[in-house]
Structure formats: structure tokens, C-alpha cells
């Protein structure tokens, strides 16, 4: 251990021992997965991120040796742990200049979001060094004035390679693009099961896996428009759940971002009308529901039903406000006789 800790002190990474691990220490060969907790904090106590409460939830990290990750100097100072060992490491400048991309990153899947949000128009050293915000303030501090960092770790379980089954974005192009089908089955077995949540997160990182391979494409390409009718019915699922779970506005942008490439799309007309309904756009909801009627008549029935299920929302809204209005400005038999007698 004497060796390890000599030799990451020449790299310029200083680490402490914060609590031993238990038995042998791994030999890590690639392939290896690792799971561990970490706090990412300026070297004055700044915290920048903590796995445990990321995103409202506590989720472990989970890397792949020999992957490639963006912060090399994760993978370097795990294989110095035991398993259950949490350990302190204080990380030169050299090992942390990318550390804002791969925060970003970790915040965006955290809350749900694309990774690759807000990190799109440039990358690598080249963004680190630029004016570009990444919409987080500390990170946009570290990124014009990189700093060594403190990362304090904890090992929760060391899985050597074929021993588990691999997470999509660790695959190959050709093993994620065999693994969809896949996926995209266990989404819709979970919606069936009344696993709302659990679908939508299968779907979503179904789409996510995808639009990282369209992203290598020309947008318009043979391969690009044969992965993008991949998304659309993965999109459209994820609508479904998301419609039932109540998050209308994400509805409203996906559906539309169908309707701007495929103009004749029923479902994502059919979803949005009702996502329009349920946040009270009645003309953007009938104009949809009219454009569904237009391109299935066949649905005239579920469109009849949807406009009844409307109008009468729209109803019981506005009996609500009009007994509101009334107690508001004391409108009662009292309150009229006490005034016309006054």
C-alpha cells in the first residue's frame, strides 16, 4: 500500500485513509466495474457534488475500467482501494481541468436530462479554456479558473468483468444498437405492470443511448433518419408515461419535436392535444385533436371522448372561480342586504 501511495504522489495526487477496507486488494484488470460513492470539494471545503444526495436521490458512480472515462484520474485512484474503503485524494490541476464537463454530465443524468445538455457547441480541453456557461455557477467559476480538487471516495463493490451484465452506455455502437429491441421490451413490460417511472427511464435511456449514436451521423443521412425512427416510438412511449405521470410541458416539447420532422404522426398529435388539454390550451388542444381526426378518422370516437373529458374540466374550472370571485368580494345575501340597507 506504501508503494501505491509513493506512486500516486509522484502523479501529484495525495491520498488519506479515511477508513480501511476488508480483504485483498483487487487487481482491477479491465473490464472490471466498480461502484463507490464520491464528494467532489475545492481544496478551502467548497462541496461541488455529492453522489448521496445528487438529484434529491443517492446513486453510487459506476465506471468500467479500460473504458476510457473523461476523468482519468478516477479510474487511477480506485484501483488504490479495498472494497469498503473510503479514502480522501487531493488531485493536482492536471487531473481536474475536465472535471466541470464530466459534473455537468453527472447533474444532467442526476435530474433526468440528456447528458450531453448544455456541452454540445464545443468539447474536450477546448471548452474548459472557453467563455462557453455551463449553466452551473461553480462549475462556470472552476472552469475559468481550473483548480486542484478533493475527491473522497467510497469503494462499495469491485465486480470483475463478465460477472455482471453490462450498462448500455458502456457498450459497443453495434452492442447498444443490438440491445434497444431489448430494452425498449423491458419498458413496455414495466408499463403494463403499472411501473410508470420504471418504463419512462427505460425508454429514456433507450433514446439517450440512440441520440449519441445519431449524434456521429450527418443529421439527414441514411443512418441518421434509420436511428431517428428508432427514437420516435421510444419518444412517443416516454410521452405516454410522462402524460401519466403529469408532466405536461416535457409532453408538450417532445410531441412538437416529432411534428416539426414527421408532419402526418398521429400519437404525438393525439398526445399533445392532450397535454394541451390538461394545462387549459382548449385552441391548442381541439386544433390537435382536429389535425388527428384529419389524418385517422377512425379515432373519431377517442377524440369525442377527449373533447367531453375537456369541456368538462373547462366547466367545473370556471364554476370553481365564479364561487371564488363571489366569496372574494363577500357577494352573499347578507353582505347585499347589509349594504342596501346601509
Same mark, same amino acid.
Request: charged share 25%; hydrophobic share 35%.
Given at each position: 500500500?506504501?508503494?501505491?501511495?509513493?506512486?500516486?504522489?509522484?502523479?501529484?495526487?495525495?491520498?488519506?485513509?479515511?477508513?480501511?477496507?476488508?480483504?485483498?486488494?483487487?487487481?482491477?484488470?479491465?473490464?472490471? !466495474? #466498480?461502484?463507490?460513492? $464520491?464528494?467532489?470539494?475545492?481544496?478551502?471545503?467548497?462541496?461541488?457534488?455529492?453522489?448521496?444526495?445528487?438529484?434529491? %436521490?443517492?446513486?453510487?458512480?459506476?465506471?468500467?475500467?479500460?473504458?476510457?472515462?473523461? *476523468?482519468? #484520474?478516477?479510474?487511477? #485512484?480506485?484501483?488504490?482501494?479495498?472494497?469498503?474503503?473510503?479514502?480522501?485524494?487531493?488531485?493536482?490541476?492536471?487531473?481536474?481541468?475536465?472535471?466541470?464537463?464530466?459534473?455537468?454530465? *453527472?447533474?444532467?443524468?442526476?435530474?433526468?436530462?440528456?447528458?450531453?445538455?448544455?456541452?454540445?457547441?464545443?468539447?474536450?480541453?477546448?471548452?474548459?479554456?472557453?467563455?462557453?456557461? +455551463?449553466? %452551473?455557477?461553480?462549475?462556470?467559476?472552476?472552469?475559468?479558473?481550473?483548480?486542484? =480538487?478533493?475527491?473522497?471516495?467510497?469503494?462499495?463493490?469491485?465486480?470483475?468483468?463478465?460477472?455482471?451484465?453490462?450498462?448500455?452506455?458502456?457498450?459497443?455502437?453495434?452492442? !447498444?444498437?443490438?440491445?434497444?429491441?431489448?430494452?425498449?421490451?423491458?419498458?413496455?413490460?414495466?408499463?403494463?405492470?403499472?411501473?410508470?417511472?420504471?418504463?419512462?427511464?427505460?425508454?429514456?435511456?433507450?433514446?439517450?443511448?440512440?441520440?449519441?449514436?445519431?449524434?456521429?451521423?450527418?443529421?439527414?443521412?441514411?443512418?441518421?433518419?434509420? *436511428?431517428? *425512427?428508432?427514437?420516435?416510438?421510444?419518444? +412517443?412511449?416516454?410521452?405516454?408515461? !410522462?402524460? @401519466?405521470?403529469?408532466? $405536461? $410541458?416535457?409532453? =408538450?416539447?417532445?410531441?412538437?419535436?416529432?411534428?416539426?420532422?414527421?408532419?402526418?404522426?398521429?400519437?404525438? $398529435?393525439?398526445?399533445?392535444?392532450?397535454?394541451?388539454?390538461? #394545462?387549459?390550451?382548449?385552441?391548442?388542444?381541439?386544433?390537435?385533436?382536429?389535425?388527428? @381526426?384529419? +389524418?385517422?378518422?377512425? +379515432?373519431?370516437?377517442?377524440?369525442?371522448?377527449?373533447?367531453?373529458?375537456?369541456?368538462?374540466?373547462?366547466?367545473?374550472?370556471?364554476?370553481?372561480?365564479?364561487?371564488?370571485?363571489?366569496?372574494?368580494?363577500?357577494?352573499?345575501?347578507?353582505?347585499?342586504?347589509?349594504?342596501?340597507?346601509?
Amino acid at each position: 500500500m506504501e508503494e501505491l501511495a509513493i506512486k500516486l504522489r509522484a502523479e501529484g495526487i495525495q491520498k488519506k485513509v479515511i477508513s480501511p477496507g476488508k480483504g485483498e486488494l483487487s487487481t482491477f484488470p479491465n473490464g472490471t !466495474k #466498480v461502484k463507490f460513492h $464520491y464528494r467532489t470539494s475545492l481544496c478551502d471545503g467548497t462541496l461541488l457534488d455529492d453522489s448521496r444526495t445528487m438529484g434529491g %436521490h443517492s446513486k453510487p458512480m459506476e465506471l468500467i475500467l479500460g473504458k476510457k472515462f473523461k *476523468l482519468p #484520474v478516477w479510474e487511477q #485512484v480506485v484501483t488504490t482501494m479495498k472494497e469498503g474503503e473510503i479514502a480522501e485524494f487531493t488531485c493536482d490541476v492536471k487531473h481536474t481541468a475536465l472535471y466541470p464537463l464530466v459534473s455537468l454530465s *453527472l447533474r444532467n443524468i442526476s435530474q433526468g436530462k440528456d447528458p450531453l445538455e448544455g456541452q454540445r457547441h464545443c468539447c474536450g480541453i477546448a471548452q474548459v479554456h472557453s467563455h462557453h456557461s +455551463l449553466g %452551473h455557477h461553480d462549475l462556470d467559476k472552476l472552469q475559468s479558473n481550473p483548480q486542484p =480538487l478533493i475527491f473522497t471516495l467510497e469503494l462499495l463493490q469491485v465486480l470483475s468483468p463478465g460477472s455482471y451484465q453490462q450498462e448500455i452506455w458502456a457498450m459497443t455502437d453495434d452492442e !447498444k444498437l443490438g440491445a434497444i429491441p431489448q430494452i425498449h421490451e423491458e419498458g413496455n413490460a414495466l408499463f403494463k405492470s403499472g411501473d410508470i417511472s420504471g418504463a419512462a427511464e427505460k425508454y429514456y435511456n433507450a433514446i439517450a443511448c440512440l441520440k449519441s449514436l445519431q449524434m456521429k451521423e450527418r443529421p439527414g443521412d441514411e443512418h441518421w433518419i434509420k *436511428l431517428d *425512427l428508432m427514437i420516435t416510438p421510444l419518444l +412517443l412511449n416516454y410521452c405516454q408515461c !410522462k402524460l @401519466l405521470l403529469g408532466q $405536461y $410541458y416535457e409532453v =408538450l416539447d417532445h410531441c412538437s419535436s416529432i411534428i416539426n420532422k414527421y408532419e402526418d404522426n398521429v400519437k404525438a $398529435y393525439f398526445k399533445r392535444g392532450k397535454a394541451h388539454a390538461a #394545462v387549459w390550451n382548449e385552441a391548442e388542444a381541439r386544433a390537435d385533436f382536429a389535425k388527428v @381526426l384529419t +389524418l385517422d378518422p377512425s +379515432l373519431e370516437a377517442s377524440i369525442a371522448k377527449e373533447l367531453r373529458a375537456m369541456e368538462e374540466r373547462i366547466r367545473e374550472k370556471e364554476k370553481e372561480e365564479k364561487g371564488r370571485y363571489k366569496n372574494l368580494f363577500g357577494y352573499s345575501g347578507k353582505a347585499s342586504a347589509a349594504a342596501t340597507t346601509g
